[in-house]
């Protein structure tokens, strides 16, 4: 019997803002993980139909298995986000609701076995999709002792990243650093006591950083949400679900840009984008979770659900 431990987060504030506003809609769930977000929306909205994107293809087959008596309404695609949006297949309408939910699964910190987690010891991989690409092993081995500071900075706001990047270049030398044991040890080591033992583990704000550069989480954002919104339907909706203020910030400034009026650079003579507004924003701050969601399910205190209205496509059609 196959399990879904992951609990779609904002799920009723995703489903009163981004609910099909006419008949015969086609959605997007642009990271479907196990399909908590889809298997809502295509029971609650008879006539919806949904794409479903994910670029694990282990999770995406355990959501095709638990959305089958939807199946007739659902296109699976296997990749990544960014990819589909920028190859938009020909034979798709286009779509009238896109739905990004950034979170990691839960799948993958308790299920996957490829070391997103230091609970347990598990080879240090982290892909999301392992078809290719660096794992965080690789990583790890790889990196100058500065590319690596600076990348457990950059992020996850690492106050000690120096001291770490140094210790892992000193244990490198002995070829140990590919489990997730001896990376959460190192870095215990690495910090000072005060750090080592306060509220939240040492080794969290590594993890994340590690696990954000292997996936290009960060690198493939901007691309993702141009890519979205320009293939989304005029009057169309486009919510992002964030999990740390790194993307919150990049979704922020975009949509605000987008937002603008005028949006030629500053030092630009006279407006030459005719002043078209390309979005209208629904959640001006974003939307967080409420006090009895984050009782239920913790992991959903950090994050926050924005949503814009697209008005015009490019060229002001």
Known sequence: MTTYIHIPVLLEESLNLLAPRTNNELMIDANTGEGGHSINFLSRFPELKMVCIDADSTILAKAEKRLEAYKNRIYFYYGWSHDFFAGYPAELKRPDTIIIDLGVSLFHYRES????????????????????????????????????????YNNSGERYSRRIASSIINERKNGTITTTSALANLVQRAVPASYRYGPVHPATRTFQALRIAVNGELSKLPSLLEAALRVLEPGGRLGVISFHSLEDRIIKNF???????????????????????????????????????????????????????????????
């Open 113 to 152: 076995g490829r070391g997103f987690s230091f609970e347990k010891d598990e080879y240090l991989d982290m892909r999301i999709d392992t078809s290719g690409g660096l794992t965080a092993a690789d990583i790890l081995a790889r990196l100058p002792e500065k590319e690596l500071a600076d990348l457990l």
């Open 255 to 317: 949509f605000r840009t987008m937002n603008k009026d005028c949006i030629c650079p500053a030092q630009a003579p006279i407006c030459r984008c005719e002043g078209r507004r390309s979005i209208n924003i629904l959640t001006k701050k974003g939307v967080t979770p409420g006090k009895d969601e984050i009782e239920r399910n913790p992991p959903s205190r950090s994050a926050r659900l924005r949503v814009v209205e697209k008005v015009l496509d490019e060229d002001g059609q």
